[in-house]
T-cell receptor, first 113, second 117 residues
Framework: GDSVTQMEGPVTLSEEAFLTINCTYTATGYPSLFWYVQYPGEGLQLLLKATKADDKGSNKGFEATYRKETTSFHLEKGSVQVSDSAVYFCALSDRGSNYKLTFGKGTLLTVNP | DGGITQSPKYLFRKEGQNVTLSCEQNLNHDAMYWYRQDPGQGLRLIYYSQIVNDFQKGDIAEGYSVSREKKESFPLTVTSAQKNPTAFYLC????????????????FGDGTRLSIL
């Protein structure tokens, strides 16, 4: 079955530091990949997505590239802000799982001023 | 503004009691989903519905029930058979039926936190 593995948290950074959150996946088909963000007490918001190999999703300074050869979709941001503090979820969806979303366990990011 | 509305934000259940969580969307989405979120476990799919009057079990459906009588509404009932109901429940929706319009991202409500008295 499908699965998503993302780096264990929590991650604590100072403002303006570089962020990487690793995400790897296994899938029965050719999945679409997503990063979602959850701010405290709220639901999830789509941050970015990629639907085919070598696609780069980007939004709000965050980027992730769909790497089929390494089955990875790592999230990066060059300079984090305090407002980026949240839980980040990597997820995939493919035909083999009837297009249901499979989530990683989430990574808590705290950015200190 | 279009979106997904979950109510109530906080809910308390007594032992042996059924409770129903509301989820309404005005995005005209065909597909709707219910997830359960526990600390350190990510999100797990409870039920999903691709079209009105049809729904399928997800990975952890035991102790839960749903209905989909209207496109806009997908209520979740947590029954007394669910022995560990304390969690954060999230409802989501997406455009079209899975596979019909390609893989579309899911849009989430703000969640309902259920606790046992």
């Amino acid at each position: 079955g499908d699965s998503v593995t993302q780096m264990e948290g929590p991650v604590t950074l100072s403002e303006e530091a570089f962020l990487t959150i690793n995400c790897t996946y296994t899938a029965t088909g050719y999945p679409s990949l997503f990063w979602y963000v959850q701010y405290p007490g709220e639901g999830l918001q789509l941050l970015l997505k990629a639907t085919k190999a070598d696609d780069k999703g980007s939004n709000k300074g965050f980027e992730a590239t769909y790497r089929k050869e390494t089955t990875s979709f790592h999230l990066e941001k060059g300079s984090v802000q305090v407002s980026d503090s949240a839980v980040y979820f990597c997820a995939l969806s493919d035909r083999g799982s009837n297009y249901k979303l499979t989530f990683g366990k989430g990574t808590l990011l705290t950015v200190n001023p | 503004d279009g979106g997904i509305t979950q109510s109530p934000k906080y809910l308390f259940r007594k032992e042996g009691q059924n409770v129903t969580l509301s989820c309404e969307q005005n995005l005209n989405h065909d597909a709707m989903y219910w997830y359960r979120q526990d600390p350190g476990q990510g999100l797990r799919l409870i039920y999903y519905s691709q079209i009105v009057n049809d729904f399928q079990k997800g990975d952890i459906a035991e102790g839960y029930s749903v209905s989909r009588e209207k496109k806009e509404s997908f209520p979740l009932t947590v029954t007394s058979a669910q022995k560990n109901p304390t969690a954060f429940y999230l409802c989501a929706s997406s455009i079209g039926r899975p596979g019909g319009a390609g893989i579309q991202p899911q849009h989430f409500g703000d969640g309902t936190r259920l606790s046992i008295l």
